[in-house]
């Protein structure tokens, strides 16, 4: 197949050449580019040669005392400068690459998970990874857990009971649970109450307040203050029980950093006992078998970082 003069002159150009020539323009003659160099000056010499035999065209003016280039030394000169620009930008370039993070990030989360550290974290990584996309599933614990092992979700954020030895899990918070009831309730406003004034009382919970479950804890606060045994109201989702609460339907508990907005509100009122709180426990998990893109190991990163330099009381909401 014929090439064109363009591809010849392509593939015969010896790019060592043309970087000598670079530098003997730069430099400002053979003799000093020769010492730049490290070679000698008939090596340049001949160096330049063999560039001007393969353009088939003078580039140097040289007489003695005389180092000026001609007009075709004057072009080449200018886009080998321009090719040379762009070749030392090439790491750079290629560093960028790889810094640039993205793919999905799917979390499976409990309900209402009220955590300014993570919120911290989704924001920072948002603003350092502007690539990178985001879906967000609010489900049952249980469900949380079993979406994180299937790989349905590149980690969740939940209760558990006990450890799961297929999942990596850590504590992101921790929060204490304490009794409320809505402004339509007897007691709503009440002050000096005892813990006997709650006996018998309607309740509401959670569906994870069941025996060994992960608010086993909670249910048993709700026994100690001996709270009708029944729950009147059941609910996996935390903003659906505090509007049953809200709402006068029974006595229940929620998680006090939360409640307190509805608190400040008007809307709940603290209940005794005030000391002795559950504590819960929220854990980030996630499966260490998963192949994770780049952005899911990029958050992953970021959110161990996080818990490794916070201490467990400085993620301790009361």
């Known amino acids: ?11 015969r150009l010896d790019w060592n050449l043309l970087r000598t020539f670079t530098i003997v323009v730069e430099q400002g003659g053979i003799t000093r580019a020769a010492e730049f160099l490290n070679l000698s ?14 353009v088939e065209k003078r580039l140097l003016d040289r007489r003695p005392g005389h180092f000026a280039l001609t007009t075709a030394g004057e072009t080449l000169y200018r886009e080998s400068h321009l090719l040379f620009g762009s070749i030392s930008r090439i790491p750079s370039l290629m560093a960028a690459a790889e810094s640039l993070v993205t793919g999905h990030i799917s979390i499976a989360m409990t309900s209402h998970v009220t955590c300014p550290h993570f919120d911290a974290i989704l924001q920072q990584f948002s603003r350092t990874y502007p690539e990178a996309t985001y879906s967000i599933a609010v489900t049952e614990s249980a469900d949380v857990l079993s979406r ?14 006990e450890d799961d030895p297929s999942l990596e899990a850590s504590i992101l918070y921790r929060e204490f649970f304490g009794l409320f009831c809505g402004i339509s309730h007897e007691l709503f406003g009440r002050t000096n109450i005892k813990p006997e004034d709650l006996s018998g009382k309607q309740s509401v919970s959670f569906q994870t307040e069941i025996e060994n479950g ?9 026994e100690r203050v001996h709270l009708h045994s029944e ?4 609910s996996a989702n935390l903003p659906e029980v505090s509007r049953m609460i809200i709402q006068g339907l029974g006595i229940g508990a929620l998680p ?10 008007g809307l709940l009122w603290t209940l005794p006992p005030q000391d002795d709180l559950p504590a819960i426990d929220i854990h980030f998990v996630y499966n260490p078998r998963r192949s994770l893109n780049p952005a899911e190991a990029a958050f992953i990163r970021m959110m161990a970082e996080m818990l490794r330099n916070t201490s467990l009381e400085e993620r301790t909401y009361r």
């Open 148 to 161: 994180v092992r299937q790989n349905q979700a590149t980690f969740g954020v939940c209760l558990m009971r």
């Open 1 to 11: 197949m014929m090439r064109t003069y363009e591809e010849r002159f392509l593939w």
């Open 256 to 265: 006090v950093h939360i409640a307190s907005r509805e608190v400040d509100a």
């Open 41 to 54: 000056q008939p090596t340049v010499s001949s160096a330049l040669k063999r560039l001007e035999d393969t």
């Open 231 to 234: 729950p009147r109201g059941v």
């Open 214 to 222: 992960p608010l086993f804890l909670v249910r048993q606060l709700r």
